[in-house]
């Protein structure tokens, strides 16, 4: 809680709030809207970074390299075991990468509605979609690892599907939009 001084000047009561910044920040960020909005911001940046993997790839910028997963390499491995067509791997690459970028919209739009102090009616609805799309996404791409025999990925997308759904029941948990 925070202490009220009173003092009198000229007869008039004037109240004074010694209530400290850090004080402040905790009683209104809970432990279960700092690790929502944690969950929110890893998500987005996880999906639009592995989204813009897929076209950045081993790409120089100068200040620094992209130096992402070669997934051509991955692929032709995959597409070769299966008898898919090489030919298919960059668009089936970069279809996935438009994918993921529209899985991270909704926790972007969070974000924005969040820090630009905007209308929060459909945050926890907007989450709702961020988390099943990136729920269908993980179950899709294990679908994908069994069908090619990864069982590396397979593991790896398994405990990013636990971890969705972790993030989903603390969401759904907080009600402080």
């Known amino acids: 809680m925070f202490t009220i001084k009173t003092q009198t000047i000229n007869e008039a009561t004037v109240e004074t709030n010694t209530e400290t910044f ?9 432990p ?9 911001g890893y ?11 897929k076209y950045l790839n081993r790409s120089d910028f100068g200040l620094f390299s992209w130096y992402g997963k070669d ?16 030919d298919a791997i960059d668009p089936v690459l970069y279809l996935t990468g438009i994918w993921e970028l529209l899985v991270a919209a909704p926790f972007f739009y969070v974000i924005a509605n969040v820090l630009l102090n905007t209308e929060r009616r459909n ?4 989450l709702t979609i961020g988390y ?11 679908a994908f690892d069994v069908v090619a025999g990864d069982r590396a990925e397979l593991r790896e997308h398994g405990l990013y599907l636990a971890l969705a759904f972790a993030c989903f029941f603390v969401s759904a948990k907080d009600k402080t939009s």
């Open 22 to 30: 850090l004080e402040k920040i905790t009683r209104i960020v809970t």
């Open 32 to 40: 279960a809207a700092a690790l929502k909005a944690t969950a929110v």
């Open 43 to 53: 998500w987005g940046v996880f999906w639009s970074f592995n989204g813009l993997d």
């Open 71 to 86: 997934r051509t390499e991955q692929f032709t491995q995959y597409f070769e075991r299966l008898g898919i067509p090489l």
């Open 123 to 126: 945050t926890q609805a907007l």
């Open 132 to 142: 099943v799309l990136t729920t269908l996404t993980f179950i899709g791409f294990s």
